[in-house]
């Protein structure tokens, strides 16, 4: 997989697509994509309102990824359910958990982007990841990953709100910020350094304490891969333990 360097331009109009492998969809012999595919990009326009309104960039990406993750951890869990009706909730979060380790893992070694911009991506997915990773679990449990509830579980198990009332509160505020037409309305003249910086402790913020030490080992290049790899490990596996005691809990008190 080749590097992508990310640069101002590209902030500007984001599309950033460093983990998509490029398949041809006009030749007819390359199958359809898994419901469920391997990495996903962080759609265009989630990039952009998390750029424009970098303080809430972490309920933006939970709301989003309700919208257009949810229904992908629905249909995997129903789908693993029917090929193995005997699977147990506990070995279909642990096959969730496993599954989106591994992607976490290489997330932090194969944009190849340096500097504050690569470092921003990488939390960013990182953070994308870790919430595809939540929903499959809760589906798992039998939690709906489509519910509003979702978005709130997110913020507090990925630790930016102590309690679920303030996450509540955050993702309303959100959603009218995501609404409101003044939203994007002067972005363009604010410094695209100071910007990306906000955004980019909130997103590490989100993705976990050691995503943090990642994004700043980002910026000096040749330390940031190695480092990438284990951060990003430590903090999904931590995620996952407590994405599978909350869910499992309520699952066993229902």
Known sequence: MGCTCICKAQWR??????????VPVTEPAVPPAPATPDYE???GSLWA???????????HL???AVRRLGPQAQRWAQRAREEDPGI???DLAQQAARRFLNH????GAVSGATGLPGAVVDVGVLAWTQARMVLHIAAAYGA???????????????RVHKAAEAARVALGVAAGRERASRLFAGSADRPLTGVMLKLGVKLAQMAGVRAAKRMVAKVVPGAGMVLGTWANSAATKDLARRARELYGAAAGAS
């Open 13 to 22: 109009q984001p599309s950033i697509r460093p983990f998509l492998r490029s």
């Open 41 to 43: 990009d962080l759609p």
């Open 49 to 59: 309102r998390m750029k424009a309104d970098p303080q809430y960039a972490p309920e």
């Open 62 to 64: 939970a709301l989003e």
């Open 88 to 90: 147990s909730a506990d």
């Open 104 to 107: 976490a893992r290489l997330s």
């Open 144 to 158: 709906d990953p489509t519910g509003p509830d979702r978005a709130t579980d997110l913020l507090v198990l990925q």
